[in-house]
């Protein structure tokens, strides 16, 4: 099974040969140790994604002058998009929702009293985001992108960054229509957020998401409670401590923490392998391929 076939099986908690892997970040200085090179270009990419064993390719957007307020579609780019699209992999576009881009428009602090008052001005914003978000969707769409993952982080370790209801009253609109807008397209999509989502999981279901991207162990993230409840609609990907990959682990160890993740999440389909947080250059490339390595082993 090609990669981006065993990714689409995994999104629709489908039978598959292994666990598909990937990662929301891959950083550059991570390739560079790896490829022992200065300047990287999009072969030295492919090559560690090669090497690693990854199933699934996250592009970022690139918007270099977001002084003047909220950016048109036209000037976000996603470096390398025609030559990822021609590969085997998966590929998702990384799309900000309302709360990503109002924290690089407005700062937290302002993001933060303008939600809790509930101003037209935010309202009218989220509503600029949602536009440009939908013309950009349908740019990537139209490019051959595989799925949208929609990063908005609305919670951190003790839970939601704000009451649920004002999310759902304010947020979660939004991201229904992205998501059903994406869906329009034929495409995938998948939520991220950082922090403990426990209760907003059934909004995040209901605004109609095919994943869950993240699910983060240290903020009280229980993989296979969220299967056991959610697992008949999510694709979960995620889950594993970026810690056990900075950090000193014999192989042993790390076979257990891949073993806990894939027994708990990986039954019946629906899991897509990889870090919760993303790869950074501080981890040890031995233990990174191990861990997939491992997984793509285990039997489901």
Not at 152 to 167: C, E, F, H, S
Not at 251 to 268: M, R
Request: with cysteine; aromatic share 8%; glycine share 8%.
């Amino acid at each position: 099974m090609k990669q981006r076939a065993r990714v689409e099986q995994a999104i629709k908690r489908l039978p598959v040969d292994q666990i598909p892997c990937g990662e929301l970040v891959i950083t550059d200085k991570l390739v560079q140790m790896m490829c022992k090179q200065t300047v990287l270009q999009f072969e030295h990419r492919l090559e560690f994604i090669n090497t690693m064993g990854l199933d699934a390719v996250c592009l970022h957007p690139n918007c270099t002058d977001i002084s003047r307020g909220t950016p048109c579609a036209q000037d976000i780019v996603f470096n390398d998009l025609p030559n990822w699209v021609n590969t085997e992999f998966f590929t998702f576009a990384v799309v900000d929702g309302p709360i990503g881009w109002a924290g690089k428009l407005l700062g937290f602090e302002q993001l933060m009293m303008q939600l809790g008052r509930r101003t037209s001005e935010f309202c009218e914003f989220i509503a600029a985001i949602e536009t440009l978000n939908k013309e950009l969707i349908k740019r990537l769409a139209g490019s051959g992108i595989n799925g949208i993952l929609l990063a908005d982080d609305i919670a951190y370790n003790q839970g939601v960054i704000a009451r649920p209801a004002l999310l759902r009253e304010m947020i979660f609109p939004s991201l229904t229509a992205q998501a059903d807008y994406v869906k329009q397209l034929g495409l995938p999509v998948f939520f991220h957020s950082d922090g403990n989502l426990t209760m907003v999981l059934d909004d995040i279901v209901a605004a109609g998401f095919d994943g869950l991207q993240c699910i983060e162990a240290l903020a009280g993230m229980d993989i296979g409670e969220v299967k056991r409840q959610y697992g008949h609609k999510l694709c979960l990907w995620g889950n594993l401590d970026p810690a056990e990959l900075i950090q000193s682990r014999s192989l042993q160890q790390l076979e257990q923490k891949v073993e806990q993740i894939v027994t708990a999440a990986g039954s019946n389909g629906g899991l897509i392998f990889g870090t919760c947080s993303g790869l950074f250059e501080d981890m040890r490339l031995n233990s990174v391929k191990a861990v997939y390595e491992m997984a793509r082993r285990k039997t489901i």
